[in-house]
Protein backbone atom coordinates (compact mmCIF):
# COMPACT_ATOMS: atom_id res chain seq x y z
CA UNK A 1 0.00 0.00 0.00
CA UNK A 2 1.93 3.41 -0.92
CA UNK A 3 1.86 6.31 0.72
CA UNK A 4 -1.48 7.93 -0.85
CA UNK A 5 -3.50 5.84 0.05
CA UNK A 6 -3.07 5.98 3.41
CA UNK A 7 -4.28 9.36 2.94
CA UNK A 8 -7.79 10.32 4.49
CA UNK A 9 -10.16 11.03 2.25
CA UNK A 10 -7.72 9.76 -1.01
CA UNK A 11 -10.05 6.97 -1.91
CA UNK A 12 -12.97 9.55 -2.54
CA UNK A 13 -10.96 11.72 -4.40
CA UNK A 14 -10.01 9.10 -6.70
CA UNK A 15 -13.63 8.40 -6.93
CA UNK A 16 -14.50 11.30 -7.85
CA UNK A 17 -11.80 12.11 -10.13
CA UNK A 18 -13.34 8.76 -11.90
CA UNK A 19 -16.75 9.71 -12.12
CA UNK A 20 -15.66 12.95 -13.52
CA UNK A 21 -13.20 11.64 -16.46
CA UNK A 22 -16.49 9.08 -17.51
CA UNK A 23 -18.36 12.32 -17.73
CA UNK A 24 -15.65 14.00 -19.95
CA UNK A 25 -15.39 11.40 -22.64
CA UNK A 26 -16.72 12.00 -25.73
CA UNK A 27 -20.02 10.19 -27.14
CA UNK A 28 -19.80 7.90 -29.22
CA UNK A 29 -22.40 7.24 -32.26
CA UNK A 30 -23.16 3.48 -33.10
CA UNK A 31 -24.91 3.63 -36.88
CA UNK A 32 -27.41 0.60 -35.87
CA UNK A 33 -28.00 -1.63 -38.23
CA UNK A 34 -24.99 -0.67 -40.28
CA UNK A 35 -22.63 -1.37 -37.21
CA UNK A 36 -23.94 -3.32 -34.55
CA UNK A 37 -22.20 -3.25 -31.29
CA UNK A 38 -20.91 -5.73 -28.69
CA UNK A 39 -23.08 -6.97 -26.11
CA UNK A 40 -22.01 -7.86 -22.98
CA UNK A 41 -22.19 -11.53 -21.86
CA UNK A 42 -23.55 -10.37 -18.20
CA UNK A 43 -26.14 -7.95 -20.21
CA UNK A 44 -29.73 -8.16 -19.01
CA UNK A 45 -32.39 -6.59 -21.15
CA UNK A 46 -35.97 -6.14 -21.34
CA UNK A 47 -38.26 -9.04 -21.90
CA UNK A 48 -40.36 -8.62 -24.70
CA UNK A 49 -43.09 -11.22 -26.07
CA UNK A 50 -43.76 -11.05 -29.28
CA UNK A 51 -47.88 -11.94 -30.82
CA UNK A 52 -48.49 -13.42 -34.40
CA UNK A 53 -50.82 -11.79 -36.47
CA UNK A 54 -54.13 -13.34 -34.88
CA UNK A 55 -52.83 -11.55 -31.23
CA UNK A 56 -51.54 -14.96 -30.05
CA UNK A 57 -48.48 -15.26 -27.96
CA UNK A 58 -46.08 -16.64 -30.08
CA UNK A 59 -44.26 -17.95 -26.93
CA UNK A 60 -44.51 -21.87 -26.70
CA UNK A 61 -44.41 -22.55 -22.92
CA UNK A 62 -41.43 -24.83 -23.38
CA UNK A 63 -40.44 -23.33 -19.23
CA UNK A 64 -36.68 -23.30 -20.16
CA UNK A 65 -36.76 -19.54 -19.00
CA UNK A 66 -38.14 -20.27 -15.93
CA UNK A 67 -36.21 -23.26 -15.10
CA UNK A 68 -32.87 -21.19 -16.29
CA UNK A 69 -34.08 -18.16 -14.68
CA UNK A 70 -31.57 -17.40 -11.80
CA UNK A 71 -33.24 -15.60 -9.34
CA UNK A 72 -36.31 -17.34 -10.04
CA UNK A 73 -38.68 -14.90 -10.63
CA UNK A 74 -40.20 -16.29 -13.41
CA UNK A 75 -43.65 -17.78 -12.98
CA UNK A 76 -45.70 -18.84 -16.47
CA UNK A 77 -48.28 -21.22 -17.42
CA UNK A 78 -50.03 -22.39 -20.66
CA UNK A 79 -52.06 -25.23 -21.88
CA UNK A 80 -50.96 -28.25 -23.34
CA UNK A 81 -50.72 -28.96 -27.39
CA UNK A 82 -54.45 -30.00 -27.18
CA UNK A 83 -55.64 -27.73 -25.00
CA UNK A 84 -56.74 -30.19 -21.79
CA UNK A 85 -54.51 -28.96 -18.97
CA UNK A 86 -53.40 -25.72 -17.61
CA UNK A 87 -49.75 -26.34 -16.51
CA UNK A 88 -47.47 -23.94 -14.89
CA UNK A 89 -43.78 -23.51 -13.85
CA UNK A 90 -42.00 -21.32 -11.67
CA UNK A 91 -41.17 -20.90 -7.86
CA UNK A 92 -44.26 -21.84 -6.83
CA UNK A 93 -44.09 -25.03 -8.09
CA UNK A 94 -40.68 -25.29 -6.85
CA UNK A 95 -41.22 -24.50 -3.27
CA UNK A 96 -44.61 -25.57 -1.43
CA UNK A 97 -43.92 -22.80 1.23
CA UNK A 98 -44.97 -20.01 -2.05
CA UNK A 99 -47.54 -21.87 -3.69
CA UNK A 100 -49.86 -19.38 -2.61
CA UNK A 101 -47.86 -16.89 -3.83
CA UNK A 102 -48.35 -17.61 -7.63
CA UNK A 103 -49.92 -15.13 -9.42
CA UNK A 104 -51.23 -17.80 -11.99
CA UNK A 105 -53.16 -19.38 -8.84
CA UNK A 106 -54.64 -16.26 -7.53
CA UNK A 107 -56.28 -15.91 -10.48
CA UNK A 108 -58.14 -18.85 -8.93
CA UNK A 109 -56.98 -21.77 -11.93
CA UNK A 110 -57.29 -25.51 -10.93
CA UNK A 111 -54.62 -27.78 -12.34
CA UNK A 112 -56.61 -29.61 -14.52
CA UNK A 113 -58.53 -26.55 -15.38
CA UNK A 114 -61.82 -27.70 -17.13
CA UNK A 115 -63.06 -23.88 -17.51
CA UNK A 116 -60.37 -22.59 -19.06
CA UNK A 117 -60.29 -21.22 -22.66
CA UNK A 118 -57.17 -19.92 -23.84
CA UNK A 119 -59.00 -16.77 -26.08
CA UNK A 120 -62.42 -16.05 -25.29
CA UNK A 121 -64.26 -13.66 -27.99
CA UNK A 122 -65.52 -10.64 -26.81
CA UNK A 123 -66.46 -7.42 -29.02
CA UNK A 124 -63.47 -4.67 -28.12
CA UNK A 125 -65.75 -1.69 -29.70
CA UNK A 126 -66.72 -1.02 -25.72
CA UNK A 127 -63.74 -1.47 -24.62
CA UNK A 128 -62.20 0.84 -27.36
CA UNK A 129 -64.30 3.62 -26.64
CA UNK A 130 -63.48 3.13 -22.65
CA UNK A 131 -59.42 3.55 -23.48
CA UNK A 132 -60.50 6.44 -25.87
CA UNK A 133 -62.62 8.62 -22.90
CA UNK A 134 -59.89 8.03 -20.64
CA UNK A 135 -56.57 9.36 -23.27
CA UNK A 136 -55.20 6.34 -23.67
CA UNK A 137 -53.22 7.09 -20.36
CA UNK A 138 -51.80 4.35 -17.85
CA UNK A 139 -51.73 6.78 -15.42
CA UNK A 140 -55.71 6.04 -15.86
CA UNK A 141 -54.91 2.15 -15.40
CA UNK A 142 -57.39 1.76 -12.35
CA UNK A 143 -60.11 3.58 -14.01
CA UNK A 144 -60.13 1.47 -17.15
CA UNK A 145 -59.94 -1.89 -15.05
CA UNK A 146 -62.86 -0.52 -13.52
CA UNK A 147 -64.94 0.45 -16.20
CA UNK A 148 -64.04 -2.77 -18.60
CA UNK A 149 -65.25 -4.83 -15.39
CA UNK A 150 -68.33 -2.59 -15.37
CA UNK A 151 -68.95 -3.42 -19.19
CA UNK A 152 -67.97 -7.29 -19.42
CA UNK A 153 -68.87 -8.23 -15.91
CA UNK A 154 -65.21 -9.43 -15.27
CA UNK A 155 -61.74 -8.88 -16.83
CA UNK A 156 -61.43 -10.91 -19.79
CA UNK A 157 -57.88 -11.81 -21.32
CA UNK A 158 -58.46 -10.44 -24.29
CA UNK A 159 -59.25 -7.59 -22.66
CA UNK A 160 -56.19 -6.61 -20.77
CA UNK A 161 -54.15 -7.38 -24.00
CA UNK A 162 -56.37 -4.76 -25.49
CA UNK A 163 -55.47 -2.65 -22.97
CA UNK A 164 -52.05 -3.42 -23.19
CA UNK A 165 -51.68 -3.12 -26.62
CA UNK A 166 -53.13 0.44 -26.72
CA UNK A 167 -52.30 1.98 -23.89
CA UNK A 168 -48.47 0.64 -24.00
CA UNK A 169 -48.91 -0.94 -20.66
CA UNK A 170 -47.08 -3.60 -20.28
CA UNK A 171 -49.26 -6.79 -19.44
CA UNK A 172 -47.43 -7.74 -16.34
CA UNK A 173 -48.03 -4.22 -15.15
CA UNK A 174 -51.51 -4.24 -15.43
CA UNK A 175 -52.21 -7.62 -14.20
CA UNK A 176 -50.27 -6.79 -10.80
CA UNK A 177 -52.67 -3.47 -10.80
CA UNK A 178 -55.74 -5.54 -11.03
CA UNK A 179 -55.05 -8.32 -8.69
CA UNK A 180 -54.05 -5.68 -5.81
CA UNK A 181 -57.68 -4.72 -5.83
CA UNK A 182 -60.03 -7.29 -4.57
CA UNK A 183 -62.98 -5.63 -6.53
CA UNK A 184 -61.27 -6.49 -9.90
CA UNK A 185 -61.87 -10.11 -10.76
CA UNK A 186 -60.49 -12.25 -13.55
CA UNK A 187 -63.45 -15.10 -13.58
CA UNK A 188 -67.47 -14.27 -14.31
CA UNK A 189 -69.58 -13.23 -10.98
CA UNK A 190 -70.88 -16.31 -10.07
CA UNK A 191 -74.85 -17.24 -9.31
CA UNK A 192 -74.09 -18.57 -5.64
CA UNK A 193 -71.44 -17.93 -3.50
CA UNK A 194 -70.44 -20.59 -0.41
CA UNK A 195 -68.57 -18.63 2.45
CA UNK A 196 -66.51 -21.22 5.18
CA UNK A 197 -64.87 -19.51 8.38
CA UNK A 198 -61.10 -21.05 8.84
CA UNK A 199 -60.34 -19.46 12.23
CA UNK A 200 -59.13 -21.89 15.07
CA UNK A 201 -62.55 -22.07 16.95
CA UNK A 202 -64.44 -22.80 13.71
CA UNK A 203 -61.32 -25.62 12.38
CA UNK A 204 -61.70 -27.31 15.60
CA UNK A 205 -65.67 -27.69 14.80
CA UNK A 206 -64.96 -29.41 11.82
CA UNK A 207 -64.66 -27.03 9.59
CA UNK A 208 -61.89 -28.40 7.90
CA UNK A 209 -64.09 -31.20 6.89
CA UNK A 210 -66.74 -29.46 5.66
CA UNK A 211 -64.44 -27.57 3.45
CA UNK A 212 -63.26 -30.64 1.96
CA UNK A 213 -66.53 -31.88 0.74
CA UNK A 214 -67.31 -28.38 -0.32
CA UNK A 215 -64.02 -28.35 -2.40
CA UNK A 216 -64.59 -32.15 -4.27
CA UNK A 217 -68.24 -31.10 -4.79
CA UNK A 218 -67.91 -27.79 -6.11
CA UNK A 219 -64.30 -28.58 -8.34
CA UNK A 220 -62.61 -25.69 -7.24
CA UNK A 221 -60.34 -24.69 -4.15
CA UNK A 222 -60.92 -21.87 -1.38
CA UNK A 223 -61.25 -18.48 -3.30
CA UNK A 224 -62.02 -20.29 -6.69
CA UNK A 225 -65.13 -20.65 -9.22
CA UNK A 226 -66.81 -24.24 -9.67
CA UNK A 227 -65.90 -24.97 -12.77
CA UNK A 228 -69.53 -23.97 -14.44
CA UNK A 229 -69.46 -20.59 -13.32
CA UNK A 230 -71.71 -21.05 -11.01
CA UNK A 231 -70.81 -21.27 -7.67
CA UNK A 232 -67.82 -19.30 -6.16
CA UNK A 233 -66.12 -20.79 -2.59
CA UNK A 234 -64.87 -18.07 -0.30
CA UNK A 235 -63.81 -17.19 3.15
CA UNK A 236 -66.03 -15.97 5.99
CA UNK A 237 -65.15 -14.44 9.28
CA UNK A 238 -67.19 -15.52 12.43
CA UNK A 239 -65.18 -13.10 14.42
CA UNK A 240 -64.60 -15.64 17.20
CA UNK A 241 -68.21 -16.75 18.01
CA UNK A 242 -67.48 -19.90 16.88
CA UNK A 243 -68.98 -22.62 14.45
CA UNK A 244 -68.30 -23.55 11.98
CA UNK A 245 -69.47 -20.58 10.32
CA UNK A 246 -70.96 -21.61 7.19
CA UNK A 247 -72.65 -19.03 4.43
CA UNK A 248 -74.65 -19.78 1.83
CA UNK A 249 -75.23 -16.67 -0.50
CA UNK A 250 -75.26 -14.76 2.98
CA UNK A 251 -77.30 -16.47 4.97
CA UNK A 252 -75.44 -18.31 8.25
CA UNK A 253 -76.40 -22.31 8.11
CA UNK A 254 -76.80 -24.20 11.17
CA UNK A 255 -76.25 -27.94 11.52
CA UNK A 256 -73.51 -27.66 8.76
CA UNK A 257 -71.97 -31.46 8.18
CA UNK A 258 -70.00 -32.31 5.39
CA UNK A 259 -72.51 -34.61 3.99
CA UNK A 260 -75.08 -31.91 4.00
CA UNK A 261 -72.35 -29.26 2.66
CA UNK A 262 -71.68 -31.66 -0.37
CA UNK A 263 -76.14 -31.70 -0.53
CA UNK A 264 -76.39 -27.59 -0.64
CA UNK A 265 -73.14 -27.33 -3.71
CA UNK A 266 -74.77 -30.30 -5.85
CA UNK A 267 -77.91 -28.38 -5.53
CA UNK A 268 -76.74 -24.90 -6.24
CA UNK A 269 -74.74 -25.61 -9.16
CA UNK A 270 -77.95 -27.44 -10.35
CA UNK A 271 -80.00 -24.18 -9.53
CA UNK A 272 -81.96 -25.03 -6.32
CA UNK A 273 -81.16 -25.21 -2.85
CA UNK A 274 -82.60 -28.47 -0.31
CA UNK A 275 -84.34 -27.38 2.38
CA UNK A 276 -82.44 -27.30 5.45
CA UNK A 277 -82.62 -27.02 9.00
CA UNK A 278 -83.24 -23.03 10.12
CA UNK A 279 -80.62 -20.81 10.17
Avoid at 23 to 28: E, F
Avoid at 52 to 70: I, M, S, V, Y
Avoid at 154 to 175: C, D, F, R
Avoid at 265 to 278: E, F, I, K, N, V
Amino acid sequence: MSFMDRMPGWGLVKGVAFGMAQMLRPKVTVQYPEVVQEISPRHRGRLLLLYDEFGTLKCETCFQCAAACPIECIDMGGVDTKSRFYLHWGPAEQYAERREDSALRRSGRPVPDRSFSAWQGIDLAPLQAIIAEEQYSPRRMLRILERTQETYGNLPVAAIQHISATTGAWYSEIYGIATSYPHLRFEPAASHEIAVCRCAVCSMAGAGRILAALVDALGTDLDGVSPDGRVRLTRADCGGEGGPLVLVDGHPQSSMTPLRATEIAAHLRTGHLPAGPPA
